[in-house]
């Protein structure tokens, strides 16, 4: 796992865009209520998750504690949301103090660099998830993948007890490197 600063934050920046390519009104008008790979979620609830994914990120790369006030609901579009959540997600990890030290992230303090990483993965896995329950075809480049593996397999255990990660899914012998982090994570890569 490549703990580069510099390396790490075009990684998210890309994972960010990326998933940004999936939530324009073209690919979501009307679809808010289609099921995705994710159980609990379907597209708007999913829609929800990734504005606290996005939300959460920026204040952990700022070394800030979610505020009370924080967005959970989405009261607009995705496609009018995301984008300048993404800008300031990808420019407050573009900053290499960012990936310094210790940072609030979710109920708990973590290492810096560790927030990061779960945020490239969560923007990944659940960019597959909003490409594929939207029928868009999903790409992530591979050291994207395998900066969202390494983390996902250092959570796994965790992540499966707590309901984050549905059971792990064997992978084909020929998978992707994209297969194997959704096979790890519980999904099955059509």
Not at 17 to 26: D, F, N
Not at 44 to 49: F, K, Q, S, Y
Not at 108 to 118: Q, W
Not at 151 to 156: P, Y
């Amino acid at each position: 796992m490549n703990a580069n600063p510099a390396v790490l934050g075009d990684q998210l920046a890309r994972a960010a865009r990326a998933l940004l390519a999936h939530a324009g009104r073209p690919a979501l008008d009307g679809k808010r209520e289609l099921p995705t790979p994710c159980a609990d979620f379907d597209v708007h609830r999913l829609g929800e998750h990734l504005l606290g994914t996005l939300v959460m990120g920026e204040h952990a790369a700022a070394k800030e504690p979610l505020p009370a006030d924080a967005p959970t609901t989405l009261n607009q579009p995705p496609w009018v949301v995301f984008p300048p959540l993404v800008d300031r997600l990808v420019a407050a990890w573009s900053e290499p103090d960012a990936w310094q030290g210790e940072t609030p992230f979710g109920p708990d303090t973590c290492p810096a660099p560790f927030a990061g990483m779960i945020t490239i993965m969560e923007l990944t896995v659940h960019g597959w998830d909003l490409a594929t329950a939207t029928g868009q075809p999903f790409a992530a480049d591979d050291d994207v993948v395998a900066t969202a593996t390494a983390v996902a397999t250092r959570i796994a255990d965790g992540a499966r007890a707590g309901g984050a990660f549905g059971p792990e899914v064997e992978a084909a012998p020929d998978a992707t490197p994209l297969e194997r982090l959704l096979a790890l994570t519980g999904r099955k890569a059509a």
